[in-house]
Each structure stands twice: as structure tokens, then as C-alpha cells.
């Protein structure tokens, strides 16, 4: 193997996971907008201009008032957030399940499949949190009184504005639960495709169903395990000085603490069924887009 192609090699894995995030995320950014709309509802601050849990409804709303770009808002955070995110958390995911792999393994071990996938995921979400706090504000605009709203025209505008006037750790506000929420979608998408890609392909072959099949039980079990970490994810992001001058939330426990103690523990499962319709599709865009890329990768090597 050449040294361009060994380098290539390496890099691959991150390039192709990144392109195939950013892709997924260019696809489903309406539904993450409706999502985040949901998840602020049960907070007693701010205004929120329609009380509605259907995301039908608020689908419509946003449309309605801001016009289908409206529900785009915040897509130049989210796609850098992919390029950012996904590109580590998907490269070091593959690059970690190489060097676990020992030679007399045939495949890997779900135990160390489920390792790679939490640690490639906390790792990630570091990289990540800077544009995913500014996307989780740009989508929470809508929601507060105009004068609260902070106007950010787009993901790096956020960013310099909070650097200015929160001082560049606010870059890294609520990663915590951030990094909880990325290992455990790194659990349930990753670590539970490559598994259940191992079983549809003894089910039905190598191919299109097998990998269609094996990313909707991903898609899944990432939402699941993911959603009450992205919960108060959100809400800590989101979240403004209230009138004393103090913080609605210390930290990640006194988060879970509060709306436990206010809204109940069904709660961090609000808006389950957007949420999973943001999540399982979202990752079986991107896995089946970085499957795409790896077969035509192949062939245009084999054909070299």
C-alpha cells in the first residue's frame, strides 16, 4: 500500500463521516427546529407564542411566521456542529474499533464495540459543543421576548458575540450533558449498527436490506438512550439570567433535580416522538450516506 493511500486510509473514516453527517443534518434540520421548541415548553421563563406539543402544529406555526427558512434556523450551526462533531465522533469510533480488534477476532466484541462508542462520543462532544450551544440559542430565539432574543445571524456571529460577552467558555456551556448525550447516541447508533449489521447480514446478505435494516434499529436505540441527556442539554444551553441575576439551573444534576421535582420524570422524555423522528432518521441518513461512500470508494480504487 502506498504511502498517499495508507494516509488516505486513515482519514478516510473522519472525511467520510463528517460529509455524511453534515448531509443527514441539511435533511432533517426542520424536525431538530420543531424539536427544540418542544423541549423549552415546560420552562416558566420566556415566552413561547403557541402552547403545543404536536409538531405538526408548531411545524405550521414557524411556517406560518417565519416562512419555511424559519425552520431552517440555525443551519449554518448545525453543519458546522456535523463538521466538527460527527467527523470526530464517527472517525475516532472506526479508528478505535480497529485497534481493539485483535487478529484471531472475526468481528468485534459488542462489549468493546459499546467502548469505542462512548469514548469516540464523549471525545467528540468537546469538539462539538461550541456550535451546538449557538444552534441550540439561534432555535431557542423564537421562543423568548423580543427584547431577550439575541439576534444571531448566523453560527459564527453567535460565537463572537458570546466570546464577548460571556467570555470564550461559554463556548463550552452545558457540554456535561452534552457529552452524556454523545456517548449515548454513540452507543445506540454505532456500537448497536455495527451489531445488528452483523445479524440482518446473516439474516438476509450482505446489501442494501441488511444495512437498512441494521441503521433503523440503530436509528432507534440512539434516540432512546440519547433523549433525556438532550433534554437538559437543552435546557442548560438555552437558559438566560433571570431577574436576580442568578441562573434557572447550577449545573446538570440540579437540572435533572428541578424538572424532575416541577414536570415529572416523563419529562426527559418529552417529545419522544419528534425527537426520534429528528434521531433514527438522522443516523440512518448518515450511515447508510457513509456506506454509499465507502462502496464507491471501492470501486473507483478497484478500478485504479
Not at 420524570?265 to 417529545?271: I, M, P, R, S, T
Not at 423522528?277 to 447508510?288: E, N, Q, S
Request: glycine fraction near 8%; include cysteine; proline fraction near 4%.
Amino acid at each position: 500500500m502506498s504511502s498517499s493511500n495508507s494516509t488516505f486510509s486513515t482519514i478516510k473514516p473522519f472525511l467520510f463521516g463528517g460529509a455524511s453527517g453534515m448531509f443527514a443534518t441539511s435533511c432533517i434540520q426542520p424536525v431538530d427546529m420543531v424539536k427544540v421548541q418542544i423541549q423549552l415548553q415546560g420552562e416558566s421563563t420566556g415566552k413561547v407564542q403557541i402552547k403545543s406539543k404536536n409538531p405538526f402544529v408548531l411545524g405550521s406555526y414557524i411556517m406560518k411566521e417565519k416562512g419555511v427558512s424559519g425552520l431552517y434556523r440555525g443551519l449554518s450551526a448545525g453543519l458546522v456542529r456535523q463538521a466538527t462533531y460527527t467527523t470526530a465522533r464517527l472517525g475516532l469510533f472506526k479508528t478505535f474499533a480497529k485497534a481493539a480488534k485483535s487478529p484471531e477476532e472475526k468481528t468485534l466484541a459488542f462489549w468493546k464495540r459499546a467502548l469505542c462508542g462512548l469514548s469516540a462520543g464523549g471525545i467528540a462532544a468537546i469538539f462539538g459543543n461550541p456550535a451546538d450551544v449557538a444552534l441550540i440559542r439561534m432555535q431557542a430565539d423564537t421562543t423568548l421576548p423580543k427584547e431577550s432574543r439575541r439576534g444571531y445571524k448566523n453560527v459564527f456571529d453567535a460565537l463572537l458575540k458570546m466570546a464577548r460577552s460571556e467570555g470564550i467558555l461559554s463556548w463550552w456551556q452545558g457540554c456535561q450533558p452534552t457529552v452524556y448525550r454523545a456517548m449515548c447516541l454513540n452507543l445506540g447508533m454505532l456500537a448497536m449498527y455495527d451489531q445488528s449489521k452483523d445479524f440482518t447480514t446473516k439474516q438476509f446478505g450482505p446489501g442494501k436490506v441488511a444495512n437498512f435494516s441494521a441503521s433503523a434499529i440503530a436509528g432507534f436505540f440512539a434516540a432512546f438512550l440519547s433523549l433525556p441527556a438532550d433534554f437538559v442539554k437543552t435546557r442548560l444551553q438555552k437558559m438566560q439570567p433571570l431577574a436576580d441575576g442568578s441562573m434557572p439551573y447550577k449545573n446538570f444534576g440540579d437540572c435533572v433535580a428541578k424538572v424532575a421535582r416541577s414536570e415529572g420524570y416523563l419529562a426527559f422524555y418529552q417529545g419522544f416522538p419528534t425527537y426520534y423522528v429528528r434521531i433514527a432518521p438522522h443516523a440512518m441518513i448518515t450511515l447508510l450516506t457513509m456506506e454509499v461512500l465507502n462502496t464507491l470508494y471501492a470501486r473507483v480504487s478497484k478500478d485504479q
